[in-house]
């Protein structure tokens, strides 16, 4: 089971915002790898990745976007938030099958 | 670049049948695992099913198990999820996704279940 928080976040434009996930389980895979994903869902869109194996940034992801934790517990950071950073962000656990999403962060601006 | 085109969503009754695709393209689909994940009207994300390379090693959530099959035809690079004995709350929009870790997303292909 993944867990999220907060499950609102309201935030000022420039100024940073933090999201913790938490697993119930250590999502330490036997191959030594943490599959911990990292997803930005826009309204109207379909969910992109941001982040994989814990703090690996996809391609064209903005730099301000970071991602750290281990074991249980995850964080997601965006440095300075920016008006398109308006959305859903979901975190992901791919260690074991059948993988699973958080709840869910919605982040606005104030 | 990675495209993604699902098809095969509509409308159907309570007990119906549906069998999605997924066209893949822009990436060598036969090396890839791929992931079906679905998205009610205005909730969150919820993984459906994944297939691997081969098409042997398949596997699903527990809302589906039994009534859904993820395969695959590596030959016409497409993926398909039969959705049989379907219920309202299977009414999403779903989606086919790259990867074991959700890569690459399609738009989706929106199912309806009422009666």
């Known amino acids: 089971v993944m867990t999220q928080s907060p499950l609102s976040l309201p935030v000022t434009l420039g100024q940073p915002a933090s999201i913790s996930c938490r697993s119930s389980?250590?999502?330490?895979?036997?191959?030594?790898?943490?599959?911990l994903s990292w997803f930005q869902q826009r309204p109207g869109q379909p969910p992109r990745r941001l982040i994989y194996r814990v703090s690996r940034r996809d391609s064209g992801v903005p730099d301000r976007f970071s991602g750290s934790g281990s074991g249980t517990d995850f964080t997601l950071k965006i440095s300075r938030v920016e008006a398109e950073d308006v959305g859903v962000y979901y975190c992901?656990?791919?260690?074991?099958?059948?993988?699973?999403f958080g709840p869910g962060t919605r982040v606005d601006i104030k | 670049e990675v495209k993604l085109v699902e098809s095969g969503g509509g409308s159907v009754q309570p007990g119906g049948s549906l069998r999605l695709s997924c066209a893949a393209s822009?990436?060598?689909?036969?090396?890839?695992?791929m992931t079906w994940v679905r998205q009610a009207p205005g909730k969150g994300l919820e993984w459906v099913s994944i297939i691997d390379t081969t098409g042997v090693g398949t596997f699903y959530a527990d809302s589906v198990k039994g009534r859904f099959t993820i395969s695959r035809d590596n030959s016409k690079n497409t993926l398909y999820l039969q959705m049989n004995s379907l219920r309202a709350d299977d009414t999403a929009l779903y989606y086919c996704?790259?990867?074991?870790?959700?890569?690459?997303w399609g738009q989706g292909t929106l199912v309806t279940v009422s009666s």
């Open positions: 996704v790259k990867g074991n870790n959700c890569d690459d």
């Open positions: 822009g990436f060598i689909f036969s090396s890839d695992a």
């Open positions: 389980q250590s999502l330490v895979h036997s191959d030594g790898n943490t599959y």
């Open positions: 992901m656990q791919g260690t074991r099958w059948p993988g699973a």
